[in-house]
């Protein structure tokens, strides 16, 4: 790293040190990695662990279930009939049901590598994720996953603050029991590198928890209603229908409770209970925990997305704040939505611009940006973003469908081989 990245606001020893931590992450870019372990319990018969502290993700499920699509929909609110209900799918071209492409967040991933934590007090934050997909998920479909390292890059924070900002990519690869590649999942966390909790704490600004009045209540449950009644579902949307403008129907969600993050976190199956939770915590709490001042007990620094006390202990001043991919399936959902039951979400590019707080009520709003067509598939780009009930931006995508056309009903999905396929969908990213 050049000393042009340096922060003015941190010692020479301490860039020093985050220069040779981030070379020696890179060194490790490319490097295939594949879970140890589903589910919360090692698995014994696994061969020693060269995982990195940095390592603690891996497969919290193999089998898609109608129950784990249930779940799923139940952690993002999602109510279409097409994920839920056989009387309705069979009347569908699928025949059955199938499950919204963001399940695969519950099969989990294969790692974050063998690098070690940032120096300092690193504080390690979701930057988002950019999903590719190229096949239908059905009940029964089990999964297996391996993982590619992609380094660290370093970003010019936009303001004059203390600490560093990396952004640390890593790909997922998901196969199904066909060995078919059903998606690529390029995860970003974003690593606030700072020499003291309390300029992490500097990252985001503090503002009171919002108190809704009974009519700011009354309005986020007339929007629960009206979604439900804009749904396009088995009105098949044409590409020749979609128009440059066009506004995608809002989602709501909110005000966001401990319920909310703990019934998506259940969903997802990353978490457990007594010993098998110290078995994954025992020597990694400096690392991925904190200590509860009231117990002194060590807890998992995943609870800040339910806990304020957990939050505030690990640099969010704020406390508690929501789960990235809960809002990413937000967005799903609003696309899902509009598209109909005849539309397939290909392409999903996420950008988390800060936390979403506990309390906060998020509005999902996007619209129709291009619309173009080739290789016997009809495409529709769209951007939609996240805002809080103060106009914040949380959360943005860049999302690609596709969709039949009225000369062609039936389309092709395209394959994890398909090179042109892809760059045509990143390059417009």
Not at 237 to 243: G, I, M, S, Y
Not at 363 to 384: A, I, M, Q, Y
Request: charged share 25%.
């Amino acid at each position: 790293m050049a000393e042009g990245m340096w922060n003015k606001h941190l010692t020479d020893d301490f860039n020093s040190s985050v220069d040779a931590w981030a070379e020696a992450r890179n060194a490790l870019s490319g490097m295939t990695y594949y879970p140890e372990q589903v589910g919360n319990t090692r698995n014994p018969y696994a061969p020693p662990s060269q995982k990195g502290p940095n390592e603690h993700y891996f497969m919290f499920n193999e089998l898609v279930s109608k129950d784990l699509i249930r779940h799923f929909c139940d952690g993002v609110g999602c109510k279409n009939p097409l994920y839920r209900w056989n009387e309705y799918a069979k009347f569908t071209r699928y025949g059955d049901i199938i499950a919204p492409g963001g399940i695969l967040i519950c099969i989990g991933e294969a790692g974050a590598g063998k690098g070690t934590v940032a120096p300092g007090y690193g504080r390690s934050i979701a930057g988002g994720n950019t999903w590719t997909w190229f096949k239908l998920i059905r009940p029964g479909d089990t999964f297996h996953v391996f993982g590619t390292d992609m380094g660290v890059n370093e970003k010019k924070p936009r303001r004059d603050v203390p600490y560093r900002l990396f952004q640390a990519p890593f790909r997922t690869t998901f196969l199904n029991q066909r060995n078919e590649v059903v998606a690529y999942r390029d995860r970003t966390r974003m690593h606030i590198v700072a020499e003291s909790r309390e300029t992490t704490e500097k990252a985001f600004p503090y503002r009171e928890r919002q108190r809704y009045t009974p009519e700011e209540l009354d309005a986020i449950h007339q929007a629960y209603e009206d979604e439900e009644k804009n749904r396009r579902g088995a009105t098949t949307r044409f590409w020749e229908d979609a128009a440059i403008g066009e506004e995608i129907f809002p989602v709501v969600a909110g005000p966001m409770t401990i319920l909310d993050s703990h019934v998506f976190f259940g969903a997802m199956g990353q978490q457990s209970a007594f010993n098998v939770n110290w078995d994954q915590l025992k020597g990694n709490v400096e690392i991925h925990g904190w200590h509860d001042p009231e117990t002194n007990a060590p807890r998992w620094r995943a609870e800040a997305h339910l806990l304020d006390a957990a939050g505030r202990a690990t640099g969010m001043k704020m406390g508690a704040y929501g789960h990235h991919a809960q809002f990413e399936s937000l967005m799903q959902k609003a696309i899902q939505n509009w598209m109909g039951d005849d539309g397939y979400l290909k392409y999903q590019s996420n950008q988390t611009r800060r936390p979403s707080w506990m309390g906060d009520t998020t509005t999902v709003t996007g619209k129709v940006v291009n619309k173009r067509s080739g290789s016997g598939r009809f495409k529709v780009d769209l951007e939609l973003q996240c805002a809080n009930q103060t106009g914040e931006v949380h959360q943005t995508c860049k999302a690609t469908v596709l969709l039949p056309s009225r000369t062609q009903f039936i389309y092709d999905l395209g394959g994890a081989d398909d090179i042109d396929e892809l760059k045509d969908l990143k390059d417009e990213d």
